[in-house]
């Protein structure tokens, strides 16, 4: 898969498929309409692009980000690897490009630069100024300029329309197991991980600390199973996400993962944490003992998770 992050009239040599949208979670919405371009592009001899964006457009038009992300850049490029993609293009959303009206994103990108035959999006894709583009809009372009439109419909699972919204909002209240439904993969934090203050070596459970991007959501404060990546391996693993009350006076977030029957130094190391499901709600203990107490019992819980997944 080629990653490109700007193109002019001749980066093109063939006629595209492209899908539009911001993708954040690349959830099975998403992979619906991804899928879709490029069996539609394999079938018809079209080079597949997503075409997706550098950074939320919320960062440019609200000078902040206002809903945290899912995936980063990185996950969205990772996970897009694994499929048949041709390229995934980033758009810089700049003040320039903001102010394209519908017609001139149309003619002036997916026209004249991506020499497009195929679109693929959501049905409630918008763009253009203000996003004032919708489906329908883009419909009659295509009839009039020669490509064809796909609109993908809503996904549901369970009656609920899947959506990143959604999804972050679960994340956000620990619903573990339902991102698992609506994601179809379990959701993940990556970090590298930080040489803290250690107690969890003190109490008999050595931890592996990591700093989750700014920008992305993060589970409700708890103790979850979890499976932990690093130099592509696999551990089973706990974690704690949260402000460990019982040890510090101060209330200072962490994300802590205690890997099992792991004695390895992996200060420094790149992982990725991988929630499975949700044991518990964070507490503060009377006292360092009943904290252990419950610890070895989220330990136990955990391990008999993982032998009846064996």
Not at 26 to 43: K, V
Not at 260 to 288: A, P
Request: proline share 3%; net charge positive.
């Amino acid at each position: 898969m080629q990653v490109i992050t700007s193109i002019e009239k001749n980066t093109f040599n063939k006629h595209t498929g492209v899908g539009l949208g911001n993708f954040d979670g690349l959830h099975i919405g998403h992979m619906a309409l991804i899928n879709t371009l490029i069996s539609e592009c394999r079938l018809h001899g079209l080079q597949s692009v997503v075409y997706t964006f550098k950074k939320h457009p919320d960062t440019m038009l609200r000078k902040a980000l206002i809903s945290p992300l899912i995936t980063t850049n990185d996950m969205k490029t990772r996970l897009l690897a694994s499929t048949d993609l041709d390229t995934l293009y980033y758009q810089e959303f700049d003040e320039a490009f903001s102010r394209l009206s519908p017609e001139e994103f149309i003619k002036n990108i997916l026209v004249d630069m991506l020499k497009i035959r195929l679109a693929v999006v959501g049905f409630n894709y918008r763009f253009g100024f203000m996003g004032k583009g919708d489906v329908e809009f883009l419909r009659r372009s295509g009839e009039k300029l020669g490509f064809r439109v796909i609109v993908i419909p809503p996904v549901k699972v369970n009656s609920e329309v899947v959506s990143s919204t959604l999804i972050r909002e679960y994340i956000k209240r620990g619903k573990i197991e339902r991102v698992f439904q609506l994601l179809g993969r379990h959701f993940s934090l990556y970090g590298t991980v930080v040489d803290g203050k250690r107690v969890g070596r003190t109490l008999g459970f050595p931890t592996a600390n990591i700093t989750a991007h700014p920008d992305m959501v993060v589970p409700a404060n708890g103790v979850y199973i979890t499976k932990t990546k690093y130099d592509d391996k696999w551990v089973n693993s706990i974690t704690n996400v949260g402000t460990a009350p019982t040890l510090k006076n101060k209330s200072v977030f962490s994300i802590e993962t205690h890997l099992l029957d792991f004695d390895e130094d992996i200060y420094g190391k790149d992982i990725e944490v991988c929630f499975i499901n949700k044991l518990r709600s964070e507490k503060k203990f009377e006292n360092i003992e009943a904290l252990k107490k419950q610890v070895a019992l989220d330990i136990k819980k955990a391990r008999s998770y993982w032998e009846i997944m064996k």
